[in-house]
């Protein structure tokens, strides 16, 4: 997926944007937001080295910033009827029965303190704590391609027990403070509502570790393989609570298959890769698993799953699940390498979602569009700056 970013691939990413722009195009009153949408998109996947209100408005032919930042802030617009008409969009292109939903957050490193939910928190984009915002994302990924379909901005209690600074960031009274993981079941609960086709869900140990939300995916009929961490308790088949990493422990040498989960940049991601079965008691039709992955340069290095399953789900079908973890990494970088994901001056609560949701239609454009040309049998087209 490496290497540098062509001419050609630019203007052919700028030239397809109207098919996703006429999605949601109804969704403007008036010309000139409708207008400045498609000039901030293309501003957005553009070669620009930097993509902040000047350059984004002189790249589309603009004296000034003023007509983009009316978009993002003052036009009258609902960036959540967009986000619909973006996710359907990429139902209708790469719709699959056998995706993956993906969650994570990613962050956005920020000056200042009156950004929506700016404050000092741990950031995975940093890898340690930096003023930052922080954003939950869901993302669909299928063998076509991967994408982010919604988003949450994750608001500190810092934040919704001041009521004043929220007002001032635009953050109405009614939102209320929210934990990543009940993001991820908002943003679940409407790609379920939106029948949006999938036949499984994973998310790393921040999400999977969280009992209250593997149950929850369990209510809802959710097939899943989430991450969690070593000392995660489960119930086993001989009734008993018990730490996932002595489960695995005492599996026989046997236990573990040597496989791939997926390429990455550098070739297949090879592990050694093993099941146990848990509970006591099943469902018809349904299994439960803990599922472990071991580096094999290091066999103290294990990584755990809780698996939630179709019955007769094999080892190979879990671990793939397993494998499209990764995927949302690649989609936040790509969305921040190629389509200005975190490059944005915006403070207001709305305008941070306004700025992410038309991030997410350009980058739903360029995967739908390489798509096409892989099934064209065409030049696979650049990412650039990948390094996944």
């Not at 962050?107 to 940093?126: E, M, N, P």
């Not at 939106?194 to 921040?206: G, I, N, S, Y």
């Not at 026989?252 to 297949?268: I, L, N, T, V």
């Not at 071991?294 to 879990?318: H, K, N, Q, W």
Request: proline share 3%; net charge neutral; with cysteine.
């Amino acid at each position: 997926m490496g290497g540098d970013l062509g001419v050609g691939d630019v203007r052919r990413w700028v030239a397809g944007l109207e098919e996703v722009h006429e999605r949601f195009v109804h969704r403007f009153q008036r010309t000139e937001p409708r207008e400045s949408a498609l000039a901030y998109m293309r501003g957005l996947v553009s070669s620009l080295e930097r993509k902040n209100g000047w350059t984004v408005a002189e790249q589309a032919g603009h004296d000034r910033p003023d007509r983009l930042q009316r978009l993002l802030n003052t036009c009258d617009w609902e960036a959540d009827e967009v986000r619909d008409d973006v996710r359907e969009f990429v139902v209708e292109s790469l719709g699959d029965r056998q995706a993956v939903l993906v969650v994570d957050d990613t962050g956005f490193l920020k000056k200042g303190t009156s950004s929506a939910g700016v404050q000092r928190q741990y950031t995975g984009t940093a890898g340690r704590i930096e003023n930052s915002q922080v954003g939950t994302f869901l993302a669909y990924a299928t063998d076509a391609g991967h994408t982010l379909i919604d988003r949450e901005l994750y608001l500190p209690a810092s934040w919704t027990d001041d009521r004043d600074r929220c007002r001032a960031a635009g953050i109405g009274d009614e939102v209320a403070f929210a934990t990543k993981v009940q993001h991820a079941k908002a943003m679940i609960e409407r790609a379920l509502a939106a029948r949006v086709p999938f036949a499984w869900l994973t998310a790393d140990e921040a999400y999977g570790q969280v009992k209250g939300l593997r149950y929850w995916l369990e209510q809802h009929g959710v097939f899943h393989v989430l991450a969690t961490r070593r000392n995660d308790t489960v119930v086993t088949t001989r009734r008993m609570d018990h730490p996932v990493d002595e489960l695995v422990a005492g599996l026989p040498r046997q236990a573990w298959k040597r496989r791939s989960c997926g390429r990455g940049a550098h070739g297949e991601r090879v592990y050694d890769w093993a099941r146990a079965p848990i509970r006591p008691w099943r469902e018809d039709g349904v299994e439960h698993w803990v599922l472990a992955r071991r580096s094999l340069t290091d066999p103290t290095e294990i990584a755990y799953y809780v698996c939630f399953a179709p019955e007769g789900t094999t080892l190979d079908g879990l671990l793939a699940v397993a494998g499209r973890r990764w995927t949302i990494e690649e989609c936040f970088q790509s969305a921040k390498n190629e389509c200005g994901l975190d490059q944005y001056q915006v403070r207001k609560y709305h305008a941070w979602y306004r700025h992410i949701t038309l991030a997410m239609a350009a980058h739903a454009h360029l995967t739908v569009l390489r798509a096409r040309e892989l099934q064209k049998g065409g030049p696979r087209p650049t990412n650039r700056n990948s390094s996944l």
